[in-house]
Nanobody, 121 residues
Framework: QVQLVESGGGLVQAGGSLRLSCGASGSISSINDMGWYRQAPGKQRELVATITRGGSTNYADSVKGRFTISRDNAKNTVYLQMSDLKPEDTAAYYC???????????????WGQGTQVTVSS
C-alpha cells in the first residue's frame, strides 16, 4: 500500500507565502517524477510544477518566478514553496508521484487527497 499525504494549505492574504509538503509512504522501491497540480472550482485540474528524481523542474507559466518545487529523495517528500500569492492561485492543490512498489516491475502514478489554498484579496 502506498499513500501520498499533503499538508501546509490554508488561508493567506494576497502577496503572502505558503509552503506545501507531500510525503509518500508505504512499500516504496523508488520514485520517478513528482509534481503538484491544482483545481479551482468549476475548472479542470492543471499542472503547477513537476520535478524529476534528478532535480530538473518544470513550471506552469502562471507560477514561474513565484513558486519553487523541490524534493527530498531520502524522505520521499516533495515541496512547493509559494510566494507572492494571488487570489487566482486559490484552488485545491494535489501532489502526485510516479512510484514503483517493492517487488513490482512497473511504475504507477499516485495522487494525494489534496490540500486547500485560499488567497484573499
Amino acid at each position: 500500500q502506498v499513500q501520498l499525504v499533503e499538508s501546509g494549505g490554508g488561508l493567506v492574504q494576497a502577496g503572502g507565502s505558503l509552503r506545501l509538503s507531500c510525503g509518500a509512504s508505504g512499500s516504496i522501491s523508488s520514485i520517478n517524477d513528482m509534481g503538484w497540480y491544482r483545481q479551482a472550482p468549476g475548472k479542470q485540474r492543471e499542472l503547477v510544477a513537476t520535478i524529476t528524481r534528478g532535480g530538473s523542474t518544470n513550471y506552469a507559466d502562471s507560477v514561474k518566478g513565484r513558486f519553487t518545487i523541490s524534493r527530498d529523495n531520502a524522505k520521499n517528500t516533495v515541496y512547493l514553496q509559494m510566494s507572492d500569492l494571488k487570489p487566482e492561485d486559490t484552488a485545491a492543490y494535489y501532489c502526485n508521484a510516479d512510484i514503483r512498489q517493492l517487488y513490482m516491475m512497473t511504475y504507477r502514478v499516485r495522487w494525494g487527497q489534496g490540500t486547500q489554498v485560499t488567497v484573499s484579496s
